[in-house]
């Protein structure tokens, strides 16, 4: 089952700009100010403002998908379930059928890189790859997990703030921190099954 937990904003590139398309525009601005896909040009062996235009345009939305390909909520909950209470919690509960395991998380910090990336071709033919990096930081104040049978049941957190930072080629384009919001309770369905469910005892 394909768990989608709903935040607001959703997606990176909102997490940076109130409108997706202002991703792209200060893409382009920043490829073109640092002179980015220069090499590109010289691979290519093509010059001129009008090629150079178009190359930027095409990389800025490209790099604009890639950020809204980035669901939040989805980064949030794999984090979530990376953390070792939650499987010995799961452990706990498989032991004794029927049992609910509460957890609670205090304060705490969920962290996410992702090194996404362009290949440009030119009629049809591979010159550069151009590298992108998103670092995501979430800060959650309290979390509690609801698990039974091995399975996690339910989410409640509570306030969180999201950080990103967008860069290319090893250059900040931006960055930002804002409140993530979401809902209260977080209901997972039939759950998601914990990696510490069927671990050995220690």
Known sequence: MTVHIETEPGTADLL??????????ELSRALDARRTLERVEDDAQRTGSAFRGALNGRVADAGGELLRGIELGTVLLGGWL???????AARRSVEQP??????????????????????VYVEDQYVARVNFGIDLEFGVGLLQASIRNGRLMSLRAGDCTASITWSVEGFPVAQNTAR????????????????GANAPPP
């Open 16 to 25: 940076l700009f109130a409108d997706q398309r202002d991703a792209a525009a």
């Open 82 to 88: 990376q953390y070792r209470e939650l499987g010995l």
């Open 98 to 119: 029927g049992s609910t395991e509460i957890v609670r998380l205090t304060g705490h910090t969920i962290t996410s890189k992702h090194a996404p990336y362009v290949d």
């Open 180 to 195: 993530l919001t979401m809902p209260l309770q977080l209901r997972l369905g039939d759950g998601i099954l914990l990696s």
